[in-house]
């Protein structure tokens, strides 16, 4: 998406993502190869990019994408990651809009007899990235979201247990997702292009039951989110 100050990249885990998002915009994205990356760009529009599953993935491919635009003369101003996730009840139930006010990596550290350290406890790196707050307001206004932590982790939760363990280390997450904190790290640490991360509801976290997944209920709901949140992301400037 490109305006005078505004050059947007949306990434995408898998290609169905990737398309909801283009159903939002009116005109047909075009392909453009990239060295590392295959691009659809919107007309008037963003770029949108399938960067593949888990945070290592999609981290090489943003940096990939952000690399070649830097290179090229016309670097991307904000990165968007984008897609479905799992929710936990009662805050963020399936089919409703999650706008991350932070992007917190929830498996990076060590297992201790006294429980789970982040890795900045073991003195080192970095396990959140906080997108800006007045993106963040917007975004949710506009596309009737709410607001909150989204995990990345690199195993999804399958277990009741298991997601009541996360929400004790993490009582403000309402979304689990496995690509967002590769997507910041790629853009903010690696290029200091502002992210923000945007996840449809698909399923509660907890117990896996694939047969209460919504997956073309939540990316019904990424796409019309998108068709709000396009004026919003157009209008953003960096301070």
Not at 113 to 121: C, I, K, M, R, S
Request: hydrophobic share 50%; aromatic share 4%; glycine share 10%.
């Amino acid at each position: 998406m490109t305006t005078s100050s505004t050059r947007v990249l949306v990434a995408t885990a898998v290609p169905a993502e990737r398309d909801a998002v283009a159903r939002a915009f009116p005109r047909r994205p075009v392909e453009a190869l990239l060295p590392g990356a295959l691009l659809h760009r919107v007309p008037d529009g963003p770029d949108l990019l399938a960067a593949g599953v888990g945070p290592a993935r999609a981290a090489a491919s943003v940096a990939a994408a952000l690399t070649a635009a830097a290179l090229d003369g016309a670097p991307y101003t904000l990165v968007v990651s984008a897609g479905i996730a799992g929710g936990f009840l009662p805050g963020a139930p399936v089919g409703s809009l999650v706008v991350a006010d932070e992007i917190t990596a929830a498996d990076l550290g060590a297992e201790t007899a006294d429980g789970f350290l982040p890795v900045t406890e073991l003195g080192f790196g970095t396990v959140t990235h906080r997108p800006p707050g007045d993106l963040v307001r917007r975004a949710a206004a506009a596309a009737g979201a709410r607001t909150g932590a989204v995990l990345t982790v690199s195993t999804v939760t399958g277990t009741a247990a298991g997601a009541a363990a996360l929400r004790a280390r993490h009582p403000e997450a309402l979304a689990e997702a496995m690509e967002g904190f590769g997507v910041a790290e790629a853009a903010v640490a690696l290029h200091g292009t502002p992210v923000m991360e945007i996840r449809a509801i698909s399923n509660p976290v907890g117990p896996r039951d694939r047969a209460a997944w919504r997956i073309g209920e939540a990316l019904a709901a990424l796409a019309e989110g998108f068709g709000k949140l396009a004026p919003v992301l157009t209008s953003w400037k960096t301070a």
